[in-house]
């Protein structure tokens, strides 16, 4: 597609509930990432996919919070009994190129998309 | 881990003001990138600096990245309402695949 889509835009849940996140990158892109923001912060680093393999998942705060790429493009972050704490919003991002590895130059460049807005009462 | 610090938090200025953001890692830093997000939006990708030393310009904005690779900046020349948003310093981590952002500095400008 012509940029990253994620969906829903807005999630509200109730404490307790799974949720699943959907995110489909740009196509092409084989590196994707998943990141949260809370009101005012920075974005924080979640996941890392390149192809279909997650290659640095030491962002997820803790064991409920999963995510799959299965075929190497569209993504699913599932967080199983939310908590209040997991209000924020998810961004997902796409790039192109491969991470060009240690003290490298060129790193990828990140495409955001708009974001999943989740609000756990 | 990495650390990326910036400040100011907030500036408010006057349109026609200008506007600096600093950027800070704990570590020395590959490369720097910067993105803008409006208010509402996304994170929007603006630039990459590489090389110890480097100067950028696009327009109205200067971006520099530190001799020692561990610090950045952010440089507007006479704000437009246009230049609203919040501005974020991502630097990877050595090693690392993944950028690891600053909290960002948040940019108001009074017409």
Redesign the interface.
């Known amino acids: 597609g012509a940029g990253v889509s994620q969906t829903p835009s807005n999630k509200v849940t109730e404490k307790g509930k799974y949720v699943e996140l959907r995110c489909d990158p740009i196509s092409g892109h084989t590196a994707l990432y998943w990141y949260r923001q809370s009101l005012g912060q920075g974005p924080e680093f979640l996941i890392y996919f390149q192809g279909t393999g997650a290659a640095d998942d030491s962002g997820l705060p803790n064991d409920r919070f999963f995510a799959v790429r299965p075929e190497g493009s569209v993504s699913t972050l599932k967080i199983q009994r939310t908590e209040r704490g997991d209000s924020a919003v998810y961004l997902c991002a796409s790039s192109l190129k491969r991470w060009s590895g240690q003290g490298g130059t060129g790193a990828n460049v990140l495409t955001f998309g708009a974001g999943s807005r989740l609000t756990v009462l | 881990g990495q650390q990326?610090m910036?400040i100011p938090q907030y500036q408010h200025v006057q349109e026609g003001e200008d506007f600096t953001t600093y950027c800070n890692s704990s570590t020395t830093l590959?490369?720097i990138?910067w993105?803008k997000q409006r208010p509402g939006?996304?994170?929007?990708?603006l630039i990459?600096l590489?090389k110890s030393g480097e100067v950028k310009k696009q327009k109205r904005l200067t971006f520099q990245f530190g001799e020692a690779k561990k610090n950045s900046s952010l440089h507007i020349t006479a704000t437009q309402t246009t230049d609203v948003g919040t501005y974020?310093c991502?630097g990877?981590p050595?090693?690392?695949?993944?950028?690891?952002?600053?909290?960002?500095t948040?940019l108001t400008i009074n017409p």
């Open positions: 990326v910036q590959s490369n990138q993105y939006g996304h994170p929007v990708f990459q590489v974020f991502a990877p050595a090693g690392a695949q993944k950028l690891v952002f600053g909290q960002g948040r």
